[in-house]
């Protein structure tokens, strides 16, 4: 018998290599080479097709796109408002749905919960379980209140069974919890390895796109923060959608990164309480911490997550270090505070070079507009001269390398939202500043970093 052929995929990014290497050649990453078997090029003349492919496969018709219909795509709303909102309208017909986040965050809860609703309202549903048993879920419905659920539930993880299933049961909607612990007996490797996630996420979309089930992946995180293993997963499903937040607070964001079917970057929220996930329709305020008086090392700004306005505060603690001062974020991009502490320097005379830096974006955020250097700035100078910002103080705007402050998208609503929760001062960008004056917000725009420094200082 012939050897079989195998390849080396990177567990990293998929990418794949004919030999073993150190260093992944497509993402560079180190130790995350693998071995497969490779899969059997279908017939042969798959490449090279001497004498023409129309002899080899029928010519398909094609068709102008104008005459071709565009439907809008059927949704179904799940029945939880903030889902639905990060989904796009609902649950779309033949739409894979990957959703991820770290251990214990909410993920079977939301889905247990979604599938109730969908149950409810007359769609069939089906609930495969990897994780748990039958009684742990059972369980878990009896904590939700919704033990006469009628949602059909399976325990199983290989998945031909769970195909099988599927065809005889015929549910509109199907969720894998999770695709980690699901594997195929077509391949060798263990469950959760890059080789069978890809695989069975391959014949879970192929059965959706074919029947028109939606499919719901549940993935894990890996403590990198990436879906585990394969980032391939990412580019086989219409929707990722991603959870956040600490678990040790109450709060949770779903967070759309990707949407065929609708806007990316619109979050869900949702408060863990003892009876599940209940939305929270009016976020803005959730992310400030409550201080009796104004501390030194913090500042609020405001965030345009999606399509609503969110102020978060964002804390710095600037502390004496030692030979080599650590820079720390949480929340926020690290190399970006790097560069701010540099700019801080050079264009504000604010020398950070031997203490150390913490700088954390409250309630477990995360936070990745530039609009929020200012704030972090202005935290962080807060923090070195032991001197608290104002009461009722905001400030957001993206700063330059050469020291200018940029506007953020949006100032306006940000703006507004802040006057409406009671603010009272902001330091924002010059052509954020609004041409008529909102009701109880002195802003003080600026055009330059030492500018903010220099109105905060008189304050
Ligand atoms: P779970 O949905 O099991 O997380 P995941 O599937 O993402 O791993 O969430 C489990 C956590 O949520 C667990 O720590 C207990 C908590 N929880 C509540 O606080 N209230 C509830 O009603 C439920 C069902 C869980
Ligand atoms: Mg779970």
Same mark, same amino acid.
């Given at each position: 018998?012939?050897?079989?052929?195998?390849?080396?995929?990177?567990?990293?990014?998929?990418?794949?290599?004919?030999? @073993?290497?150190?260093?992944?050649?497509?993402?560079?990453? @180190?130790?995350?080479?693998?071995?497969?078997?490779?899969?059997?090029?279908?017939?042969?003349?798959?490449?090279?097709?001497?004498?023409? +492919?129309?002899?080899?496969?029928?010519?398909?018709?094609?068709?102008?796109?104008?005459?071709?219909? *565009?439907?809008?795509?059927?949704?179904?709303?799940?029945? %939880?408002?903030?889902?639905? &909102?990060?989904?796009?309208?609902?649950?779309?017909?033949?739409?894979?749905?990957?959703?991820?986040?770290?251990?214990?965050?909410?993920?079977?809860?939301?889905?247990?919960?979604?599938?109730?609703?969908?149950?409810?309202?007359?769609?069939?549903?089906? +609930?495969?379980?990897?994780?748990?048993?039958?009684?742990?879920?059972?369980?878990?419905?009896?904590?939700?209140?919704?033990?006469?659920?009628?949602?059909?539930?399976?325990?199983? %993880?290989?998945?031909?069974?769970?195909?099988?299933?599927?065809?005889?049961?015929?549910? *509109?909607?199907?969720? %894998?919890?999770?695709?980690?612990?699901?594997?195929?007996?077509?391949?060798?490797?263990?469950?959760?390895?890059?080789?069978?996630?890809?695989?069975?996420?391959? $014949?879970?979309?192929?059965?959706?796109?074919?029947?028109?089930?939606?499919?719901?992946?549940?993935? #894990?995180?890996?403590?990198?923060?990436?879906?585990?293993?394969?980032?391939?997963?990412? #580019?086989?499903?219409?929707?990722?959608? +991603?959870?956040?937040?600490?678990? #040790?607070?109450?709060?949770?964001?779903?967070?759309?990164?990707?949407?065929?079917?609708?806007?990316?970057?619109?979050?869900?929220?949702?408060?863990?309480?003892?009876?599940?996930?209940?939305?929270?329709?009016?976020?803005?305020?959730?992310?400030?911490?409550?201080?009796?008086?104004?501390?030194?090392?913090?500042?609020?700004?405001?965030?345009?997550?999606?399509?609503?306005?969110?102020?978060?505060?964002? /804390?710095?603690?600037?502390?004496?270090?030692?030979?080599? !001062? =650590? &820079?720390?974020?949480?929340?926020?991009?690290?190399? =970006?505070?790097?560069?701010?502490?540099?700019?801080?320097?050079? $264009?504000?005379?604010?020398?950070?070079?031997? /203490?150390?830096?913490?700088?954390?974006?409250?309630?477990?955020?995360?936070?990745?507009? !530039?609009?929020?250097?200012?704030?972090?700035?202005?935290?962080?100078?807060?923090?070195?001269?032991?001197? *608290?910002?104002?009461?009722?103080?905001?400030?957001?705007?993206?700063?330059?390398?050469?020291?200018?402050?940029?506007? *953020? !998208?949006?100032?306006?609503? =940000?703006?507004?939202?802040?006057?409406?929760?009671?603010?009272?001062?902001?330091?924002?960008?010059?052509?954020?500043?609004?041409?008529?004056?909102?009701?109880?917000?002195?802003?003080?725009?600026?055009?330059?970093?030492?500018?903010?420094?220099?109105?905060?200082?008189?304050?």
């Amino acid at each position: 018998m012939a050897k079989e052929k195998t390849t080396f995929t990177c567990t990293e990014c998929g990418g794949t290599s004919p030999r @073993w290497l150190g260093k992944c050649p497509s993402c560079g990453a @180190w130790n995350t080479l693998i071995e497969q078997v490779a899969e059997a090029a279908p017939g042969k003349n798959r490449l090279s097709a001497p004498q023409g +492919y129309a002899g080899l496969a029928n010519v398909q018709p094609v068709l102008p796109l104008a005459a071709i219909e *565009a439907q809008d795509v059927a949704r179904t709303p799940s029945g %939880i408002d903030e889902l639905d &909102r990060v989904l796009g309208g609902g649950i779309v017909e033949g739409g894979v749905v990957l959703i991820g986040g770290d251990p214990g965050i909410g993920k079977s809860t939301l889905l247990l919960q979604a599938m109730d609703a969908l149950q409810r309202a007359g769609l069939p549903t089906l +609930y495969v379980t990897g994780e748990e048993s039958g009684a742990q879920v059972a369980l878990r419905s009896r904590r939700l209140g919704i033990d006469g659920s009628q949602v059909q539930l399976l325990a199983e %993880i290989q998945l031909e069974k769970i195909l099988a299933t599927v065809e005889v049961t015929q549910p *509109a909607v199907v969720v %894998i919890d999770s695709i980690q612990t699901t594997y195929s007996d077509q391949l060798t490797s263990a469950p959760g390895s890059v080789a069978q996630v890809r695989e069975c996420a391959a $014949h879970l979309t192929r059965m959706a796109k074919g029947t028109g089930i939606a499919v719901i992946l549940v993935g #894990h995180v890996t403590k990198e923060g990436a879906l585990a293993g394969p980032r391939v997963l990412e #580019h086989m499903v219409d929707t990722v959608l +991603y959870f956040e937040g600490d678990t #040790h607070s109450q709060f949770r964001l779903v967070r759309a990164i990707k949407n065929r079917f609708g806007a990316v970057n619109e979050i869900g929220v949702f408060a863990m309480t003892e009876k599940g996930l209940k939305g929270v329709s009016n976020p803005s305020a959730i992310f400030l911490s409550q201080h009796s008086e104004p501390v030194p090392g913090s500042c609020v700004m405001v965030t345009l997550e999606g399509t609503r306005p969110l102020l978060v505060e964002i /804390q710095a603690l600037v502390d004496t270090g030692g030979p080599s !001062p =650590r &820079r720390l974020s949480v929340g926020l991009d690290k190399d =970006r505070l790097a560069m701010l502490l540099a700019v801080l320097h050079r $264009h504000a005379g604010v020398a950070c070079m031997d /203490q150390d830096v913490f700088v954390n974006a409250v309630g477990g955020v995360r936070i990745s507009e !530039p609009a929020a250097d200012l704030a972090v700035m202005l935290a962080i100078t807060s923090s070195l001269r032991g001197k *608290a910002l104002p009461r009722g103080f905001l400030a957001f705007g993206e700063v330059g390398l050469a020291g200018e402050v940029r506007p *953020a !998208p949006r100032g306006q609503e =940000r703006l507004k939202e802040a006057a409406k929760l009671g603010f009272s001062v902001a330091v924002v960008p010059k052509a954020n500043a609004p041409k008529k004056p909102i009701e109880g917000l002195t802003i003080h725009a600026v055009e330059r970093v030492d500018e903010a420094m220099d109105v905060v200082r008189g304050m």
